[in-house]
Each structure stands twice: as structure tokens, then as C-alpha cells.
């Protein structure tokens, strides 16, 4: 079916290393999901293929927030995602990382859920995913 992307983030790494996060989801209602690539050569060009980063099955399938994406000169990259809980009186914030500049990713999402006042202040912030890991610590 047709697909939709959007809400692109970027971080840039070091030697031309350019981590691009965002999201796609059906016309149809279907489930919202996360995506990375990295491109190699500054943002020149891109591979074809991106990995699905978002594993949470329980989750509702729908992004309240656009993805933010993060990374330090250690090869570690983090990309964060909100998703309303089930109930639409809590909010999920969803979590994942690289080790290895986006080679393979975690094969659960760490999930840190909380009231709507809970996120708002994480979500005031233009790069949210970075105050979470200053509050939280790595993951």
C-alpha cells in the first residue's frame, strides 16, 4: 500500500557520518513506524533500504511526537519517539539504540511511560531525546 513519510530528523556524526530518523504510516490507518539511514558522504546520497528501528508490538501504533535522533563520537546513536497509550491518558516515550552507528539496533525499544505532564517537559525541548538521556542516563 501507499505509504507516507515524514518528520525527518538529523544528527551529524563524525566523518561525513549524516543519522537521518523519521516516520511512515498508511493512509489506511495502519500502524506509524520508525525508520533509519545513514548516509556516509555527508548526506550526499542515501542507501535505498532503511531499517525499521520501532519493535514495541504493544504499543498503538500511532507517533505523538516526530522522532528525534542523537549520537556521540563513541558510535552510539539513540532515536526517541511518543506514542499515546492505549487510553489516551498517558504517553509512551519510546526508545532505541545503536552501538555501532546504526548497524543493528536493539531488538526491544526501552519504554519509560508517564503522564501527559510527565512528557511535557521533555517535549517543550527542540532536541527532547537529549534532555531524557541527561535525566535518565544512557541506555
Same mark, same amino acid.
Given at each position: 500500500?501507499?505509504?507516507?513519510?515524514?518528520?525527518?530528523?538529523? +544528527?551529524?556524526?563524525?566523518? /561525513?557520518? &549524516? *543519522?537521518?530518523? =523519521?516516520?511512515?504510516?498508511?493512509? $489506511?490507518?495502519?500502524?506509524?513506524?520508525?525508520?533509519?539511514?545513514?548516509?556516509?558522504?555527508?548526506?550526499?546520497?542515501?542507501?535505498?533500504?532503511?531499517?525499521?528501528?520501532?519493535?514495541?508490538?504493544?504499543?498503538?501504533?500511532?507517533?505523538?511526537?516526530?522522532?528525534?535522533? +542523537?549520537?556521540?563520537?563513541? /558510535?552510539? &546513536? *539513540?532515536?526517541? =519517539?511518543?506514542?499515546?497509550?492505549? $487510553?489516551?491518558?498517558?504517553?509512551?516515550?519510546?526508545?532505541?539504540?545503536?552501538?555501532?552507528?546504526?548497524?543493528?539496533?536493539?531488538?526491544?525499544?526501552?519504554?519509560?511511560?508517564?503522564?501527559?505532564?510527565?512528557?511535557?517537559?521533555?517535549?517543550?525541548?527542540?532536541?527532547?531525546?537529549?534532555?531524557?538521556?541527561?535525566?535518565?542516563?544512557?541506555?
Amino acid at each position: 500500500g501507499l505509504l507516507f513519510s515524514n518528520y525527518a530528523s538529523l +544528527a551529524l556524526g563524525s566523518d /561525513g557520518l &549524516v *543519522y537521518m530518523a =523519521w516516520t511512515d504510516y498508511a493512509p $489506511d490507518h495502519g500502524p506509524t513506524h520508525v525508520y533509519f539511514k545513514l548516509s556516509t558522504d555527508h548526506g550526499e546520497t542515501w542507501p535505498l533500504a532503511a531499517d525499521q528501528i520501532d519493535h514495541n508490538p504493544g504499543a498503538r501504533g500511532v507517533v505523538e511526537d516526530p522522532p528525534q535522533i +542523537a549520537t556521540d563520537n563513541n /558510535g552510539n &546513536v *539513540y532515536i526517541g =519517539w511518543a506514542e499515546p497509550s492505549r $487510553d489516551g491518558k498517558r504517553i509512551t516515550i519510546l526508545l532505541n539504540r545503536s552501538h555501532d552507528d546504526g548497524a543493528t539496533w536493539q531488538d526491544q525499544d526501552q519504554i519509560i511511560s508517564g503522564s501527559s505532564s510527565f512528557w511535557a517537559k521533555f517535549h517543550g525541548s527542540a532536541h527532547w531525546i537529549l534532555n531524557l538521556l541527561l535525566e535518565f542516563g544512557t541506555f
